[in-house]
């Protein structure tokens, strides 16, 4: 064996709910010791996430949610995980970015000890992405076997792309080539809107690929917590989400195709609205049969109540003149009464 080991090397891989790593979690563990003596150790973990695990990523790795339900969670693996790999360095595709930090996230979040001090960590994707380089000047060397004169310069730059493209097609022409999914196509071929579904296959709404298309071509968010969710859906749960990305710090592209969302959205929840209420009115047929409502009752002001004063009444009452009774002319009685008034005592 051509590698030298002075401690074993783990490699692994992760298969997740997801690619957020605060908020996705690990679905299966696959580690592979290898020894310095060139002997290996293998273990395979299934782990129930705690959560659902959304069709996109199933449809990737292939495990669903009845294949879990029975498996423990990490917190009741997390001991038996980081005791098998030891103080082995660590390896794995891709792994420095995602692997490693997903992995850290599940220990830390069991409460599980393991640090990654003194540890090495190889990714063999970096390998491969320094050693076959991905500019313009490398694949105009592998495709055309030249060399750009005058390179950055637009004009040669641009002549350069043109004729790796028309390049890769006469390379790869009939060519088989296999997705995620297992599908076979021969994507490589001499048709514009062929190659165009080919180099979009993230299906991104804003080319910036803050929001992309999912498998049923509706619109989700594609990074943060809400990623992987409906725009939909998110502006139902959180209104407020727009006016946040609309003054954020986002590209121009990437806010008027949120507005054409929101639009929509906004358009869709009215009308939703209006057919409801007008769901809820009776119909004409009904309107003859439906009994009148009571004529509102007038709100006037109330009257107090006042007990009578009986203090101030006067006894015996005035006698009732009638305005038509003559005047009776005055008598010796009449007299007689006044002085019994008037008389002094």
């Not at 669903?64 to 980081?82: M, N, S, V």
């Not at 103080?87 to 595709?93: I, M, T, V």
């Not at 970015?97 to 599940?106: G, H, R, V």
């Not at 959205?265 to 769901?279: E, L, M, Y």
Request: aromatic residues 10%; charged residues 30%; glycine residues 4%.
């Amino acid at each position: 064996m051509k590698l030298k080991l002075k401690r074993p090397l783990a490699f692994f891989d992760l298969e997740t709910t997801g690619t957020n790593i605060g908020v996705d979690r690990i679905v299966e563990i696959s580690v592979i010791k290898l020894h310095p003596d060139g002997s290996e150790d293998v273990k395979t973990w299934r782990v129930h996430p705690g959560m659902p695990i959304p069709l996109e990523s199933s449809l990737v790795h292939g495990i669903y949610d009845e294949h879990i339900k029975d498996e423990p969670e990490f917190k009741a693996l997390g001991q038996a995980i980081a005791e098998f790999i030891g103080d082995s360095d660590l390896a794995g595709y891709n792994s420095n970015k995602f692997d490693i930090p997903m992995l850290m996230e599940e220990f830390l979040r069991a409460g599980v000890s393991f640090t990654l001090d003194d540890r090495h960590f190889v990714d063999v994707q970096n390998i491969f992405h320094q050693m076959e380089q991905r500019t313009l000047k490398a694949a105009y060397q592998f495709y055309c076997d030249k060399k750009i004169e005058n390179a950055h310069s637009a004009e040669a730059d641009t002549r350069a792309t043109m004729e790796v493209l028309l390049a890769q097609i006469e390379r790869y022409e009939n060519m088989e080539w296999e997705d995620k999914k297992g599908n076979i196509t021969v994507p490589v071929v001499g048709d514009v809107e062929a190659l165009h579904k080919f180099t979009n296959l993230s299906k991104p709404v804003d080319f910036a690929g803050r929001m992309v298309y999912n498998e049923q071509g509706e619109e989700t968010i594609n990074f943060g917590k809400h990623k992987g969710k409906r725009v939909e859906d998110v502006l139902n749960a959180e209104p407020s989400y727009y006016s946040w990305m609309m003054q954020g710090d986002f590209p121009l592209y990437t806010k008027r195709k949120l507005e054409e969302i929101y639009t929509r959205w906004n358009a869709k929840k009215n009308a939703d609205r209006q057919a409801k209420n007008a769901a809820q009115q009776p119909k004409p047929a009904d309107q003859a049969h439906a009994p009148r409502p009571e004529a509102p009752k007038a709100d006037y002001p109330k009257k107090e109540f006042h007990k009578p004063d009986h203090t101030k009444t006067q006894y015996p009452p005035k006698p009732f003149k009638k305005k038509d009774e003559p005047a009776q002319p005055v008598n010796d009685d009449m007299l007689a009464q006044l002085a019994l008034k008037f008389k002094k005592g």
